[in-house]
């Protein structure tokens, strides 16, 4: 027998080791890491949200309000920043719509459809939504 | 038993998530970046404040903006109690994230009926 | 290739050390060993006192569940091949407290696992002389995914917020409760639900998605937690729209 080399130790009563959890857990592995990144997609979101009724509301105070608006949106570290939220942006489309097939399970004459025709329909869903904006927003080409 | 309040939180949060990812990144390239770069031609004022200002467009960003806050403050409620294990401030994180959520959808709700 | 591994073991031998530290230990190589058998070469031939689980050394039994290099993997069904030149460092699961060197405590799994009601539930059970409870194909494959769970551990050890937050119910068992809800034999979907369908339940899970990704038998316990909150929130829109229906 081993004596007892831990002076806290007393026989017969086990003292179980629970290990601290480190407060950036979501960066020692790949999986948390994309994980946080999605997570933090959404105050992007907000963001975007928050800039669009701003330029709606500019839009409705007249050409000089709206023009003041548009001058911003042209400054150049404006325009990096807003590349930077369409990153995120993107990304959370991608992990959102990348989801959508755990969440709906669909039967069709008995049989599962399968995963990939659940991503590819979303994902065509996506396109058609984007096509549709895009057409509304530049003179329907 | 009684059942959580969770799945209203979760439903919007659900369509507000759907909401962002099929409709923000499109509307972020055109009128942030492709239109600011002059990738394409920006529509003009008129053009945008003909589409802008219809009951129509209204009534969608009002929904698409509602949703969008939701879905922030339902993930963002969840990033702090795990992200920065706040576990202990649960009450006070939820009151936050949905009453911000709350305030913001009666704004744009104004601003979006009254105030065009 | 070398013909010796080192393998870097967390120790905990509570007499001896209040907290876990690592010991080294020159294992040969051989190309058909699996980690599991460099730990059995230990124990037979270096240190006996090395404790761990194991049994049936073929990937059924679960009990083999240890973070190797980080990972929660089945030690019978990784070879050390695949981690040479090493070191290859292994230790106990994440999530469970250590009970000694390699070993958690499983209670807390097994205490909330029977709160799903894992087994089918009957309002009448049939008596044996009607003879037994037909099922297609079809109805099989419904649930067969999630019977492939094997309680090895290691989407607990692989999933953040059950460490974070030791009320959350947990990966398997949610995918255990939706064996039994998808089994056209059942009829306990509404008992469970009422335990899962808490905040301690599948609310907590913020689809991290790393129990899917580590489970040795393919059950997605990750698509069966959203599946159930697809169907808590079904249930909860019904009794919004028609409060008088029975759920």
């Known amino acids: 027998m081993g004596q007892a080399l831990n002076p806290d130790h007393t026989p017969y009563h086990p003292k179980w080791y629970r290990r601290r959890i480190p407060i950036f857990w979501w960066l020692s592995k790949r999986g948390y890491v994309k994980f946080i990144t999605r997570e933090l997609t959404s105050p992007f979101v907000v963001y975007a949200v928050l800039l669009l009724l701003v330029q709606v509301g500019a839009l409705a105070r007249g050409q000089p309000a709206y023009q003041r608006v548009e001058d911003w949106l042209g400054r150049g570290p404006v325009v990096a920043w807003h590349a930077f939220v369409l990153a995120a942006l993107v990304f959370h489309s991608v992990t959102w719509l990348n989801l959508a097939p755990s969440a709906l399970v669909l039967r069709l004459r008995g049989a599962r459809v399968p995963d990939g025709v659940i991503r590819a329909a979303h994902f065509g869903a996506w396109a058609a939504c984007s096509a549709m904006l895009g057409w509304l927003l530049l003179g329907r080409v | ?116 | 290739m070398s013909d010796s591994v080192t393998i870097e073991v967390r120790r905990y031998r509570p007499e001896q050390e209040s907290e876990p530290c690592w010991e080294s230990f020159e294992v040969p190589f051989r190309r058909e060993w699996m980690v599991l058998d460099a730990l059995n070469y230990i124990k037979d031939h270096l240190d006996g006192t090395l404790s761990y689980r194991w049994s049936c050394r073929m990937g059924v039994c679960g009990s083999c569940g240890m973070l190797v290099n980080g990972e929660p993997l089945l030690t019978c069904a990784t070879y050390l091949e695949g981690l040479m030149p090493g070191p290859i460092r292994v230790e106990p699961l994440n999530g469970f407290p250590v009970v000694r060197d390699l070993i958690g405590d499983l209670g807390d799994f097994l205490e909330k696992l029977e709160r799903v009601k894992p087994w089918i539930v009957r309002e009448e059970e049939r008596d044996v002389s009607e003879g037994e409870y037909l099922q297609t194909p079809e109805q099989l494959a419904a649930y067969k995914s999630y019977a492939m769970c094997i309680n090895c551990m290691l989407c607990y050890s692989a999933c953040p917020i059950y460490e974070l937050e030791p009320h959350f119910i947990g990966p398997a068992v949610i995918a255990l409760a939706q064996r039994y809800n998808f089994d056209s034999r059942d009829e306990g979907v509404e008992e469970r639900m009422d335990v899962i369908s808490q905040q301690d339940g599948i609310w907590s899970c913020t689809f991290v998605g790393e129990c899917s990704t580590v489970c040795p038998k393919n059950v997605d316990p990750a698509g069966a937690i959203q599946r159930y909150k697809v169907r808590a929130t079904a249930d909860f829109m019904k009794s919004m729209v028609m409060p008088w229906a029975k759920r």
Not at chain 2, 29 to 50: D, H, I, K, Q, R
Not at chain 2, 63 to 90: N, S
């Open chain 2, 1 to 116: 038993m009684k059942r959580s309040r969770e799945p209203a939180l979760w439903a919007l949060f659900s369509g507000g998530g759907m909401m962002a990812a099929l409709f923000l990144p499109a509307l972020a390239f055109v009128l942030w970046v492709a239109g600011p770069l002059g990738w394409v031609t920006a529509p003009s004022f008129e053009t945008l404040a003909a589409l802008a200002l219809h009951p129509l467009t209204r009534f969608f960003l009002f929904g698409l903006a509602g949703l969008c806050f939701f879905h922030w403050a339902h993930r963002f409620r969840y990033t702090l109690y795990d992200g920065l294990q706040l576990y202990h401030l649960d009450r006070l994180i939820a009151v936050l994230t949905y009453g911000v959520a709350t305030l913001l959808t009666l704004a744009a709700g104004v601003l979006l009926t009254i105030g065009l």
